[in-house]
């Protein structure tokens, strides 16, 4: 990797979607284990702080009004509502990371990953990548364990989880999160395969 990154300027942005419950931030957190040269854009939102999530580190937790006022001044790369909360990405962060050469990664819903395709709103090399649950069942299942959401909102999540699996041929790549290490072993494949193709264009 690191031979790739010197000849690559801009680092990786990696988009990372996933139905909620399925595995997502563990993921995440997998993928930048013992790599410095990544990085996870904390993003905002105007939900509230679930138990033991921490501000700064989980979430950058704001208000409405907070949230309304970054967006106007451009301060975010992309926004959604998702279940009647806003999320977005910030912008300036990412641009920095993304400048110095870091692989900066958005775990971000499938209305965000949109917004950065076609918007092409940074220069420099994007790859989204889309994670699957087996099967609703498990979704559901892994929903409930976490005991975060009552049960309206686990409906809710289930529901949107469709409608968002529908949009995963949009993405560079699908991945099944049918075992944890397998899922993070497959993502860093690619990610390899992905920087090679482009390193490879870069020096033709
Ligand atoms: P949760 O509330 O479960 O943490 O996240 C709900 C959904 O919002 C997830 O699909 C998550 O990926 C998405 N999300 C988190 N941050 C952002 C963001 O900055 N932008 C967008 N578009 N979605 C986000």
């Given at each position: 990797?690191?031979?790739?990154?010197?000849?690559?300027?801009?680092?990786?942005?990696?988009?990372?979607?996933?139905?909620?419950?399925?595995?997502?931030?563990?993921?995440?957190?997998?993928?930048l284990?013992r790599h410095e040269d990544r990085?996870?854009?904390?993003?905002?939102?105007?939900?509230?702080?679930?138990?033991?999530?921490?501000?700064?580190?989980?979430?950058?937790?704001?208000?409405?009004?907070?949230?309304?006022?970054?967006?106007?001044?451009?301060?975010?790369?992309?926004?959604?509502?998702?279940?009647?909360?806003?999320?977005?990405?910030?912008?300036?962060?990412?641009?920095?990371?993304?400048?110095?050469?870091?692989?900066?990664?958005?775990?971000?819903?499938?209305?965000?990953?949109?917004?950065?395709?076609?918007?092409?709103?940074?220069?420099?090399?994007?790859?989204?990548?889309?994670?699957?649950?087996?099967?609703?069942?498990?979704?559901?299942?892994?929903?409930?364990?976490?005991?975060?959401?009552?049960?309206?909102?686990?409906?809710?999540?289930?529901?949107?989880?469709?409608?968002?699996?529908?949009?995963?041929?949009?993405?560079?790549?699908?991945?099944?999160?049918?075992?944890?290490?397998?899922?993070?072993?497959?993502?860093?494949?690619?990610?390899?395969?992905?920087?090679?193709?482009?390193?490879?264009?870069?020096?033709?």
């Amino acid at each position: 990797m690191s031979t790739i990154k010197k000849k690559t300027q801009q680092g990786l942005l990696v988009i990372l979607s996933a139905p909620s419950g399925c595995g997502k931030t563990t993921i995440v957190d997998r993928l930048l284990k013992r790599h410095e040269d990544r990085i996870r854009a904390v993003s905002v939102t105007t939900r509230k702080p679930r138990l033991g999530e921490k501000d700064g580190v989980d979430y950058f937790f704001v208000t409405r009004e907070a949230f309304k006022k970054m967006e106007k001044a451009g301060e975010l790369l992309e926004s959604a509502k998702v279940f009647d909360e806003y999320y977005g990405t910030p912008k300036s962060f990412v641009r920095e990371q993304l400048k110095s050469g870091k692989t900066v990664i958005l775990a971000i819903d499938v209305q965000g990953a949109k917004i950065l395709r076609t918007k092409a709103a940074l220069k420099g090399p994007q790859f989204s990548i889309f994670v699957l649950p087996p099967s609703v069942k498990v979704l559901r299942d892994r929903l409930e364990g976490r005991r975060t959401d009552s049960p309206e909102e686990i409906e809710k999540r289930l529901q949107i989880a469709q409608e968002e699996i529908k949009e995963a041929g949009s993405y560079d790549r699908t991945v099944m999160n049918q075992n944890l290490d397998q899922t993070v072993l497959e993502i860093e494949r690619l990610m390899d395969e992905f920087l090679k193709k482009k390193s490879a264009v870069h020096a033709a």
